[in-house]
């Protein structure tokens, strides 16, 4: 009887009953084995890498299974929330073709019968629980300051004993209700506790879908449901919304392992059902040998943003991570090139347990096989896309001159093994600067890129010759080169190797030193794309002139 005054006195306004929310949000009518996932973010304003890697996760699972994805707003600390970061989060996740069933849509918006979807919102609900928890004996009020908890902490830890609010330790544990009903008359602040019916000596053992059978020692801990502030800790909400939301497969990062017991307990003390738990992998770097987190502070790589700053298609964001995700998924795709990414089947019991290495180089890899399969206007739309947020002078540079810039887009493309140039669209403008005269012209002669055969002198000479003898009239590249080849030869370059290495003193150099003079003159770069399709891009005239101010250099 006393115990319900307590709660009565507690939770005044509450008149509902968990029986009331578990019926208004009835298991959902879905096909069998259909998982129904969440994406649960803070809306903090950052956001992290490994959330796209883990929402990647939820969203191919229960896309596979025709379930639901739903987005939830995790805003219980309120002092991080950062305004507008709602709809952020909404578009950078559009943005990487990871859609929405249910949840917010908006900051104040949201779709789906199993709202409401911002936990700030749902006040009522987790008071309801902690309600029937008071009644029942298993929550209690705590008054301990934070002063008194850190002496008790420190007390703990100079006895070297496991620190926390428990057990014999739990002082408002065992204050009778009228005590505790008294001090709250009397105005005294508190939170309220589980009262943790677990014990040291037991363990519980659960079924991770990425990690299969761990155990833990039992909770113990009177672990904190609601703050002084009115709103749930993490713990409390988690069971809760993730039980009437009805979510199936619960999917975050492995820093939630060691608060597995505490839920396990929740979801138990509160007669719900465990939903399926699956912890992936923290997203590390390699630093100088030694492995660590990618890192808010230290790593560009860690912002979402990043990734679309320096233009990395989100496609091959997605493809690298699912590389991460299932290592089988390399292999599938030199099976499968051309098949979507979504026709790949995501399984978390293929997914690495121990912490997942981030690599750039990978990632380039990835990425440029990625932007190597697109079709020229499309490298040519989304690289203006691009341009036009991040590099101005380029955009303006390339949609004056589109024509142009989709016949350099397509060199090499059309073949069995089409040119793997870039990996972002940052990396656009040093690869074709030399196409444009007002990038070109600027460029000073110490930039110049020559074979490290041939001094600047000796280039300067072939020109001099391969500019007043080349036949402008060859149609493909074979007669090219050929024309080329012959103007070496009669130069005293050698067209053989073998000859070559043989008796190096009666020849100038090779024939590709007459190529990598031709190449410096038009690009000032030596890994450039076939010469006869630049000299066709650039044209009669443009070749000349750069041929002539090469001389001059
Ligand atoms: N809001 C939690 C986080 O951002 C969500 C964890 C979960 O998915 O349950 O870490």
């Keep these: 009887m006393s115990l319900e005054k307590l709660a009565n006195i507690i939770f005044k306004d509450v008149d509902k009953t968990p029986e009331y929310y578990i019926k208004k949000y009835p298991k959902r009518n879905l096909k069998e084995g259909a998982k129904v996932t969440r994406y649960a ?14 929402a990647l996760v939820d969203e191919r699972l229960a896309s596979q299974s025709e379930g639901i994805f739903c987005l939830r707003i995790e805003d219980t600390d309120q002092k991080r929330e950062v305004q507008g970061a709602i709809e952020d989060t909404i578009v950078t996740m559009h943005n990487f073709g990871l859609d929405f069933n249910e949840g917010m849509t908006g900051e104040d918006t949201s779709k789906g019968d199993y709202g409401p979807y911002k936990q700030s919102e749902r006040s009522e609900i987790y008071k309801t629980f902690a309600k029937d928890l008071v009644k029942r004996g298993l929550a209690y009020p705590c008054f301990c ?53 677990g014990r040291e000596d037991k363990r519980v053992e659960i079924n991770d879908l990425i990690r299969g059978k761990i155990s833990f020692p039992e909770n113990t801990q009177d672990i904190v449901l609601i703050k002084g502030d009115g709103l749930p800790t993490y713990h409390f909400a988690h069971a809760i919304d993730d039980t009437l939301m009805r979510i199936t497969n619960v999917i975050r990062g492995e820093e939630w392992l060691s608060s597995l017991p505490i839920h396990i307990q929740l979801f138990e003390v509160l007669g719900f059902e465990l939903p399926k738990f699956s912890h992936v ?13 990618l890192s808010k502070r230290k790593d560009a790589e860690a912002a979402v943003s990043y990734y679309k700053e320096v233009g990395y298609p989100t496609d091959s964001v997605k493809e690298y991570l699912l590389n991460i995700i299932n290592s089988n998924f390399e292999e599938w795709r030199e099976e499968n090139p ?118 600047l002198d000796a280039a300067k000479d072939i020109i001099k010759v391969y500019m007043e003898k080349r036949n402008t009239e060859v149609t493909c590249q074979e007669e090219w080169f050929e024309d080329l080849k012959q103007i070496g030869l009669d130069l005293g370059y050698c067209a053989k190797k073998k000859d070559y290495k043989k008796d190096p003193d009666s020849y100038k150099g090779m024939i590709s030193d007459v190529a990598g003079a031709v190449r410096a003159a038009l690009s000032h770069r030596s890994n450039t794309p076939d010469l006869y399709v630049i000299m066709s891009i650039l044209g009669k005239d443009k070749v000349n002139k750069r041929f002539k101010s090469f001389i001059e250099l």
């Design 338 to 455: 051309d098949l979507d990414y979504h026709k790949f089947p995501v399984e978390l019991d293929k997914m690495s347990k121990s912490g997942a290495l981030f690599d750039i180089v990978k990632l380039n890899d990835v990425s440029k096989n990625v932007i190597c399969k697109m079709k020229a206007y499309e490298v040519y739309d989304r690289y203006i896309t691009w341009a036009k947020e991040f590099d101005k002078e380029m955009y303006d540079l390339v949609t004056s001159n589109e024509k142009m810039c989709k016949e350099i887009f397509n060199i090499d493309k059309e073949g069995p093994k089409p040119r793997k140039d870039f990996a972002k669209w940052d990396e656009v403008k040093e690869k074709i600067f030399y196409f444009f005269e007002e990038l070109f012209s600027k460029e000073e002669a110490s930039k110049v890129e020559l074979p490290n055969t041939l001094t």
């Design 281 to 293: 992998p923290t997203i590390m770097k390699n630093d100088n040998g030694s492995k660590r987190k």
């Design 145 to 197: 300051t934070p002063e008194e908890l850190s002496e008790l902490r420190e007390k703990q830890v100079a006895e070297k004993i496991t620190p926390g609010y428990y057990g014999e330790f739990a002082k408002c544990r065992n204050l009778t209700e009228e005590e505790a009903i008294a001090k709250i008359e009397a105005g005294e602040n508190y939170i309220l506790r589980l009262k943790s019916p």
């Design 41 to 54: 973010p803070s809306p903090t304003g950052f956001q992290h890498i490994g959330g796209i890697f883990t």
